[in-house]
């Protein structure tokens, strides 16, 4: 794929920690395009510092032209044989070439030995095809090895001759060494045969054993101890009782030796430095793709909030045209949310800065609020969905409600988009023992019968910034991130995920993680005896529940508690519950358990008591049997929650700088009666707490990015003024800012709570509550 650009000065560097990593390594990176003056586009520090020009110098004085610079400099020999090995390369179809020349410096030496190792890139600029080039400076390995080219002319070297035993030990029978220094051989206890020559020995018996020339490098000790090594080159000149006698010729080479180390380190960090910059290249043309989709996928929810925006002004008499915009309105701006908190997270996740609570957390509830949020996606594709419990004998744990429900929301979204509509989405959730009776192991698997994903793309959907390329999904839309995340977090978590899938039959996550159990919240759910009619969709119908009532009444052994499923065969749950009460006309408590949104058809569900929803849970069961039953639990079982707060006579200050926000956050809390006041900074919220009387506000909503003084300057000043109430009126945060830092610093500047944006008005609502 290839990337066009037409401005070379905004090509995006390596990051700083390649640079730096580089820079360390004394390597040079460049990046240039192929045409006739080799232009240079980018290049790192070290190369500027190899040349010895400053990067402005140099760009002033050659204008990025490395043409211009060998040719100023008097190396035009070295270019021409630069541009021939390139020009080679591109008529050979080689994408690489390597070579070893001069480089010009500046200053007295003129110039240094390197090795250039360029690749080819598809990558297009102006026009002109990008190659990379790394340059690792060789120039004291060259030099070193001229002098010793000069050392070793004139050494006389070491000359010895010995019997080459048939257990491959070497008996010496004469040595003739001038310097009488290179080895310790009239040590009694001299061994020139250790476990490295031995092997030499080995790699050549068979030349030796037919008396033929070799020639070979060997590891020895010198009269101080030291290894030195031995360029030797040995000829057969007898034969003693069937075992050949060498004449070994030997030239000290460890400088050399070493230095050829040395090389094969340097080439080897060549290598990996050209793997590093494939990588690099990689996760940048990754994260290009990925910034490419993303703009796509931010740009539609933002074009469908204008839109609906204007349609609503133009019908703004039309009440249901403007419901309808302002549902799709929501919808829109909740997707675009969802995007966002991707990216953050993510962002999170790489930095290190993610960290999940430990908190004493309700499975059901989390379960719950997924079923919830999922329901609207599930009804309009008209899949089935259902979660089931297998073995679940905890339901309180120790874990992050809020991570593990973003993790299920992000594998069942998927699934909800790619499993086609009529099709089904299936949750098993299953507690295994696990030895440790403080621990269960909780499984979850999630099952569709969607698309499937393709073979190839598995062993890349937990990479961050990817998404399959397919046909039958590039209209779905999402950041390429949710994936990526949910692997972390279950990491963090100690856990594992896995999945399996066949194209066309659908996909399986599975999700195993160990979960430390609050003893504290284990109930005991014994109840007295109590009759009870149970009728599940599966196994019977809404004609045999109206039959059994019937008959249980005549026989005056009438049930405590009925129990029906919403959807049933022949007849629903609400139609059953209008016949059992025509016939019988009793009191009898009768439930609908549904895994759907009961708040559509509660107009319809007259003589139900109460709707339970799937999965029904012990906890639930056991509570609802005990408030319609038993009559000893007041508690609203219909899945409601009671969210009319009533504030009346209490003053609240709303601290925000943007307008708009803070008509939106006094809006939500006019509702709530509350005496709202405003602030537009801290220096305001700080004047106005100052000039009224003690224990006038009941709380302070406080922002934290403001002009004149932030949040957390307001916050720290008032909770050090003289009065009684600036150190117990209660302080809530209100910001996007949502790392782990940014908590603990409202905390520390003297706030009770903290508020993330976009507000969720029952979460504000509750924290409000809890505080006044």
Same mark, same amino acid.
């Given at each position: 794929?290839? +990337?066009?650009?037409?401005?070379?000065?905004?090509?995006?560097?390596?990051?700083?920690?390649?640079?730096?990593?580089?820079?360390?390594?004394?390597?040079?990176?460049?990046?240039?395009?192929?045409?006739?003056?080799?232009?240079?586009?980018?290049?790192?520090?070290?190369?500027?510092?190899?040349?010895?020009?400053?990067?402005?110098?140099?760009?002033?004085?050659?204008?990025?032209?490395?043409?211009?610079?060998?040719?100023?400099?008097? /190396?035009?020999?070295?270019?021409?044989?630069?541009?021939?090995?390139?020009?080679?390369?591109?008529?050979?179809?080689?994408?690489?070439?390597?070579?070893?020349?001069?480089?010009?410096?500046?200053?007295?030496?003129?110039?240094?030995?390197?090795?250039?190792?360029?690749?080819?890139?598809?990558?297009?600029?102006?026009? *002109?095809?990008?190659?990379?080039?790394?340059?690792?400076?060789?120039?004291?390995? %060259?030099?070193?090895? *001229?002098?010793?080219?000069?050392?070793?002319?004139?050494?006389?070297?070491?000359?010895?001759?010995?019997?080459?035993? $048939?257990?491959?030990?070497?008996?010496?029978?004469?040595?003739?060494?001038?310097?009488?220094?290179?080895?310790?051989?009239?040590?009694?206890?001299?061994?020139?045969?250790?476990?490295?020559?031995?092997?030499?020995?080995?790699?050549?018996?068979?030349?030796?054993?037919?008396?033929?020339?070799?020639?070979?490098?060997?590891?020895?000790?010198?009269?101080?101890?030291?290894?030195?090594?031995?360029?030797?080159?040995?000829?057969?000149?007898?034969?003693?009782?069937?075992?050949?006698?060498?004449?070994?010729?030997?030239?000290?080479?460890?400088?050399?030796?070493?230095?050829?180390?040395?090389?094969?380190?340097?080439?080897?960090?060549?290598?990996? @430095?050209?793997?590093?910059?494939?990588?690099?290249?990689?996760?940048?043309?990754?994260?290009?793709?990925?910034?490419?989709?993303?703009? +796509?996928?931010?740009?539609? #929810?933002?074009?469908?909030?204008?839109?609906?925006?204007?349609?609503?002004?133009?019908?703004?008499?039309?009440?249901? *045209?403007?419901?309808?915009?302002?549902?799709?309105?929501?919808?829109?701006?909740?997707?675009?949310?969802?995007?966002?908190?991707?990216?953050?997270?993510?962002?999170?996740?790489?930095?290190?800065?993610?960290?999940?609570?430990?908190?004493?957390?309700?499975?059901?509830?989390?379960?719950?609020? %997924?079923?919830?949020?999922?329901?609207?996606?599930?009804?309009?594709?008209?899949?089935?969905?259902?979660?089931?419990?297998?073995?679940?004998? +905890?339901?309180?744990f120790y874990f992050d409600a809020l991570r593990l429900r973003q993790c299920f929301i992000n594998i069942l979204s998927n699934a909800t988009k790619f499993t086609p509509e009529k099709g089904s989405i299936t949750v098993d959730v299953e507690?295994?023992?696990?030895?440790?009776?403080?621990?269960?192991?909780?499984?979850?698997?999630?099952?569709?019968?969607g698309i499937g994903i393709k073979e190839e793309f598995l062993n890349n959907i937990f990479d961050s910034f990817t998404r399959e390329k397919d046909g039958r999904v590039d209209k779905t839309e999402g950041s390429g991130l949710g994936m990526?995340?949910?692997?972390?977090?279950?990491?963090?978590?100690?856990?594992?995920?896995?999945?399996?899938?066949?194209?066309?039959?659908?996909?399986?996550?599975?999700?195993?993680? #160990?979960?430390?159990?609050?003893?504290?919240?284990?109930?005991?759910?014994?109840?007295?005896?109590?009759?009870?009619?149970?009728?599940?969709?599966?196994?019977?119908?809404?004609?045999?529940?109206?039959?059994?009532?019937?008959?249980?009444?005549?026989?005056?052994?009438?049930?405590?508690?009925?129990?029906?499923?919403?959807?049933?065969?022949?007849?629903?749950?609400?139609?059953?519950?209008?016949?059992?009460?025509?016939?019988? $006309?009793?009191?009898?408590?009768? @439930?609908?358990?549904?895994?759907?949104?009961?708040?559509?058809?509660?107009?319809?569900?007259?003589?139900?008591?109460?709707?339970?929803?799937?999965?029904?849970?012990?906890?639930?069961? /056991?509570?609802?049997?005990?408030?319609?039953?038993?009559?000893?639990?007041?508690?609203?079982?219909?899945?409601?929650?009671?969210?009319?707060?009533?504030?009346?006579?209490?003053?609240?200050?709303?601290?925000?700088?943007?307008?708009?926000?803070?008509?939106?956050?006094?809006?939500?809390?006019?509702?709530?009666?509350?005496?709202?006041?405003?602030?537009?900074?801290?220096?305001?919220?700080?004047?106005?707490?100052?000039?009224?009387?003690?224990?006038?506000?009941?709380?302070?909503?406080?922002?934290?990015?403001? #002009?004149?003084?932030?949040?957390?300057?307001?916050?720290?000043?008032?909770?050090?003024?003289?009065?009684?109430?600036?150190?117990?009126?209660?302080?809530?945060?209100?910001?996007?800012?949502?790392?782990?830092?940014?908590?603990?610093?409202?905390?520390?500047?003297?706030?009770?709570? +903290? @508020?993330?944006?976009?507000?969720?008005?029952?979460?504000?609502?509750?924290?409000?509550?809890?505080?006044?």
């Open positions: 794929m290839e +990337h066009n650009t037409n401005e070379t000065d905004k090509s995006l560097p390596l990051s700083e920690e390649y640079n730096n990593l580089m820079g360390t390594m004394k390597v040079s990176v460049s990046k240039h395009l192929l045409d006739e003056y080799f232009t240079t586009v980018w290049a790192n520090d070290y190369y500027y510092d190899l040349i010895g020009y400053p990067k402005d110098e140099y760009e002033v004085k050659f204008k990025n032209r490395p043409d211009i610079y060998y040719k100023k400099h008097g /190396y035009l020999n070295e270019l021409e044989e630069i541009t021939k090995t390139v020009i080679e390369t591109i008529n050979s179809g080689k994408s690489d070439y390597s070579i070893i020349t001069r480089l010009p410096v500046k200053g007295k030496k003129g110039h240094v030995w390197v090795r250039m190792n360029a690749t080819f890139t598809d990558e297009i600029i102006n026009g *002109k095809q990008v190659s990379y080039t790394v340059i690792t400076n060789i120039d004291d390995l %060259v030099q070193t090895q *001229k002098t010793q080219l000069i050392t070793t002319n004139n050494l006389p070297g070491l000359i010895f001759k010995g019997i080459i035993k $048939n257990d491959n030990e070497l008996e010496l029978l004469d040595v003739q060494d001038k310097n009488d220094k290179l080895l310790n051989y009239k040590n009694e206890h001299y061994n020139m045969m250790s476990d490295f020559n031995r092997q030499i020995i080995k790699n050549h018996l068979i030349d030796i054993k037919a008396g033929n020339h070799i020639r070979f490098l060997a590891k020895l000790k010198d009269n101080n101890g030291e290894n030195i090594w031995m360029q030797i080159n040995a000829d057969c000149i007898d034969w003693i009782r069937e075992e050949p006698v060498y004449l070994f010729v030997c030239i000290d080479v460890t400088d050399l030796t070493d230095l050829r180390e040395m090389q094969t380190k340097l080439e080897k960090q060549s290598i990996e @430095l050209q793997k590093a910059l494939k990588e690099a290249k990689n996760a940048n043309r990754a994260k290009s793709e990925f910034l490419s989709s993303m703009s +796509h996928d931010i740009r539609t #929810p933002m074009n469908a909030i204008m839109g609906m925006t204007e349609i609503a002004q133009m019908n703004i008499l039309n009440t249901d *045209k403007v419901n309808d915009c302002l549902k799709k309105i929501s919808i829109s701006g909740q997707h675009l949310l969802g995007l966002i908190n991707d990216v953050l997270d993510m962002s999170k996740i790489e930095s290190g800065k993610m960290t999940l609570r430990n908190d004493s957390a309700s499975l059901p509830e989390v379960l719950e609020n %997924v079923v919830s949020i999922l329901q609207p996606m599930v009804k309009s594709r008209e899949q089935s969905f259902s979660i089931r419990i297998r073995n679940l004998v +905890h339901e309180d507690e295994e023992y696990t030895g440790d009776p403080d621990y269960s192991k909780l499984i979850f698997t999630f099952t569709d019968t990526a995340i949910t692997k972390k977090i279950v990491d963090i978590m100690n856990g594992t995920i896995e999945v399996k899938s066949k194209v066309g039959m659908g996909t399986t996550f599975i999700v195993t993680l #160990p979960l430390k159990i609050d003893k504290n919240k284990i109930k005991d759910y014994t109840l007295p005896n109590i009759n009870v009619l149970v009728v599940a969709e599966w196994v019977d119908s809404g004609k045999y529940a109206v039959e059994k009532v019937i008959k249980a009444h005549d026989e005056k052994k009438d049930f405590d508690i009925v129990i029906l499923d919403w959807m049933m065969p022949d007849q629903d749950g609400i139609e059953t519950v209008k016949k059992i009460r025509a016939s019988i $006309n009793d009191d009898i408590p009768i @439930l609908i358990i549904s895994a759907y949104d009961w708040s559509e058809i509660e107009n319809e569900a007259v003589g139900v008591n109460g709707f339970l929803q799937k999965p029904l849970f012990r906890s639930t069961l /056991y509570r609802a049997l005990n408030k319609y039953v038993l009559k000893t639990n007041e508690e609203d079982y219909l899945g409601r929650k009671t969210n009319n707060y009533d504030f009346t006579n209490k003053n609240i200050l709303l601290v925000e700088d943007n307008e708009l926000n803070r008509d939106i956050a006094a809006e939500l809390l006019s509702i709530t009666k509350a005496n709202i006041e405003c602030a537009s900074n801290g220096k305001e919220c700080l004047d106005m707490f100052k000039s009224c009387e003690e224990n006038y506000y009941d709380i302070i909503l406080m922002d934290i990015q403001m #002009p004149v003084m932030n949040g957390y300057e307001a916050t720290k000043l008032i909770r050090n003024l003289e009065r009684k109430d600036s150190k117990t009126i209660p302080i809530l945060a209100m910001t996007a800012d949502v790392f782990s830092e940014d908590i603990h610093a409202a905390k520390t500047a003297g706030m009770n709570g +903290h @508020l993330s944006k976009p507000l969720n008005s029952s979460i504000m609502m509750k924290e409000i509550n809890k505080l006044i």
